[in-house]
């Protein structure tokens, strides 16, 4: 189920970064109201993504791209292309980064780690609401070492 894309075909017909954006939404809006994380076909959205990264230096494409990565391949493999975006002024102090570290750090296990940066992520955002989730995550997370450390 959901939309097929020949992503061979993509380079003759896709001429510009907003027309790739707009084919992603399309494909992501048919594949989400399925049970998505298993139904989606991750691969050819990361192939997308990375004809994408290739159309644009946007560091948030770069972002979106290590979350399809993480999708097709692990954790570790979103935590080592988001180290590659450390280094990038427009993105290394943003909020969406260390919430995205942490998500990936949680997955791998590395519950410590993974506190510590949704934290950074809760200092860095202007949203209550969103301040208010990361700080909730990162309280799960402290509650779950406390339980499974017998303190």
Do not use: C
Not at 42 to 50: F, G, R, V
Not at 64 to 73: E, G, L, N, R
Not at 82 to 87: I, K, P
Not at 126 to 145: G, K, T, V
Request: proline share 4%.
């Amino acid at each position: 189920m959901g939309l097929r894309i020949s992503v061979s075909a993509l380079p003759a017909i896709v001429s510009s970064t907003a027309f790739l954006g707009a084919g992603l939404l399309i494909f992501l809006s048919r594949t989400i109201p399925a049970d998505w994380a298993e139904d989606t076909d991750w691969p050819q959205i990361l192939a997308l993504y990375e004809l994408r990264k290739h159309m644009s230096d946007n560091p948030m494409v770069a972002l979106h791209h290590a979350i399809a990565a993480v999708m097709v391949f692990g954790p570790s493999k979103g935590l080592e292309l988001l180290q590659a975006l450390n280094s990038d002024n427009q993105i290394a102090g943003h909020h969406r980064l260390a919430a995205v570290r942490a998500h990936l750090l949680e997955m791998a296990g590395d519950y410590e780690a993974a506190m510590t940066h949704y934290r950074i992520a809760a200092s860095r955002t202007a949203s209550i609401p969103e301040h208010h989730d990361l700080i909730a995550q990162a309280a799960r997370l402290s509650e779950s070492i406390t339980k499974a450390g017998g303190v």
